[in-house]
């Protein structure tokens, strides 16, 4: 990625669109496109990327280990020691794998990319799905966008007054390998409350009814190949539209550290679609790029605003909400409320955030 203030390399690479027109992508939003051949030979493909070392036998007596640099996060490298690969196979969007790490339990890897590790999940999991729905009074409709998990499913059925939760992802590859080798997040989709649609997202939305949902939950990968839509103008705008009055969104929004820029285009672009309120909220997941996530959260106009930095539907008031399935682990109240306190360098560089 960039430095610490999120400036200082002016790469891009252009990337052919569906309309043949060249599309200039930052370098830091850049996946990896090759690697060294010869650590190829000594490596699953997959294990690269900057994220995994393995030790690996460099001659009968001694051992190597093998790091990887991302051209996502030039300058930097978090390693997870592998113990096995447990899963690696191609879907029709992207290579999925689970590997078994020492530290951080299995992890789930999408095109390379660290999703969710076992150790860490839950902070992210959390967070993304309480910060909304703590903030409405009583959410009843709520959709998922991505989630192939099954951890925000999770997340959601906590909350007893929601009657029907959507999800569309579109990969089942995900769905199946998350019920293989994650059954404590996907015990999300066993839920009677859940309805899963495998399919595009963005042709989901087009044909949902206005007003349906009292929150979207989007879960989704980082802002580069397909996923670039889930960042745009028209999927936002669908989102607007397939929420009530006074409804919620809540979307992944990349890491302060490395992303100011990609955060103050969703924000600015929020601010002009959404016209409640519209925040930004930040959480510790130690294996995400630069150790942090943070989240969009809007509302579109209603009664009153909504006010994300109180919540309105307090988790810790919310009967069996604490203790079901499974016991919450990283979110509570103060937590909520310390989400969106910004470090002065964010406020700094995110014009969009200064009032915040």
Not at 106 to 120: A, M, R, S
Not at 207 to 215: L, N
Request: proline residues 5%; negative net charge.
């Amino acid at each position: 990625m960039e430095g610490s203030t999120g400036k200082g390399l002016d790469v891009r690479e252009n990337v052919a669109n569906s309309s043949d027109e060249a599309v200039v992508i930052p370098s830091c939003c850049l996946k990896a496109k090759a690697s060294d051949p010869e650590v190829d030979a000594i490596c699953h493909s997959t294990v690269v990327s900057g994220w995994f070392s393995e030790l690996q036998s460099s001659s009968d007596a001694n051992l190597k280990e093998v790091y990887f640099n991302n051209p996502m996060w030039p300058g930097e490298a978090h390693s997870l020691k592998v113990e096995k690969v447990l899963f690696k196979e191609k879907s029709k969007y992207q290579e999925v794998m689970v590997f078994q790490s020492s530290a951080y339990g299995k992890v789930l890897v999408l095109d390379g990319i660290v999703q969710l590790t076992e150790k860490d999940e839950c902070a992210y999991q959390e967070m993304i799905t309480h910060l909304p729905l703590c903030s409405i009074q009583s959410p009843t409709n709520v959709l998922v966008v991505g989630g192939g998990d099954g951890g925000v499913l999770r997340e959601i059925c906590r909350h007893s007054s929601v009657k029907l939760i959507d999800i569309c992802e579109i990969d089942q590859m995900v769905i199946d390998v998350s019920k293989k080798f994650f059954p404590e997040l996907a015990m999300g989709f066993e839920d009677p409350r859940v309805h899963l649609h495998v399919g595009d997202a963005i042709d989901f939305l087009r044909h949902a009814p206005q007003g349906k949902y009292d929150a979207v939950i989007v879960d989704s990968s980082d802002p580069v190949g397909p996923a670039q839509e889930l960042v745009e103008r028209p999927f936002f705008e669908s989102i607007a539209r397939a929420l009530r009055p006074g409804g919620v969104l809540c979307n992944m929004a990349e890491s302060m550290w490395l992303h100011t820029h990609l955060i103050q285009d969703m924000v600015s672009l929020c601010r002009q679609i959404f016209k409640g309120s519209v925040r930004y909220a930040w959480a510790s997941v130690p294996t995400y790029p630069s150790g942090v996530i943070g989240f969009v959260l809007c509302s579109t106009e209603g009664v009153s605003s909504v006010d994300f930095l109180h919540p309105i539907n307090p988790i810790e008031k919310l009967e069996d909400a604490l203790h079901y399935r499974r016991e919450l682990m990283f979110y509570n109240s103060e937590i909520h409320k310390a989400a969106f306190a910004l470090p002065s360098f964010v406020k700094s560089e995110v014009e969009s955030l200064r009032d915040c």
